[in-house]
Nanobody, 124 residues
Framework: QVQLVESGGGLVQPGGSLRLSCAAS????????IGWFRQAPGKEREGVSC????????YYADSVKGRFTISRTNAKNTVYLQMNSLKPEDTAVYYC?????????????????WGQGTQVTVSS
């Protein structure tokens, strides 16, 4: 069974850091591009970052550029999202998603498999 499981969310003060993990089971991530998305209360889900399946190319939403870093460890079948300098407006449920092949981006339409999400709350 294909499954993505996010972890690493929690409550953090403004300016703090968290590292989210997206672990795959039932398939290997080697040939999949991965995206991180988030959905804040009352807002639509938005793309945060994504990483290619092959050459490690990454993309970031303007709102997180310079603060978030996406990376992957295929040996561990896991993708990470390192989030630094967190702001209250980063509060959301964060999801990872996977798509096979080379067509990917920050739009939900690219992705076939989704995790259940992990809550990130930035508050003092």
């Amino acid at each position: 069974q294909v499954q993505l499981v996010e972890s690493g969310g929690g409550l953090v003060q403004p300016g703090g850091s968290l590292r989210l993990s997206c672990a795959a089971s039932g398939f290997t991530l080697d040939y999949y591009a991965i995206g991180w998305f988030r959905q804040a209360p009352g807002k639509e889900r938005e793309g945060v970052s994504c990483i290619s399946s092959s050459d490690g190319m990454t993309y970031y939403a303007d709102s997180v550029k310079g603060r978030f870093t996406i990376s992957r460890t295929n040996a561990k079948n896991t993708v990470y999202l390192q989030m630094n300098s967190l702001k209250p407006e980063d509060t959301a449920v964060y999801y990872c998603a996977a798509t096979y092949g080379t067509a990917y981006g920050l739009g939900e339409i690219f992705y076939d498999y989704w995790g259940q999400g992990t809550q990130v709350t930035v508050s003092s």
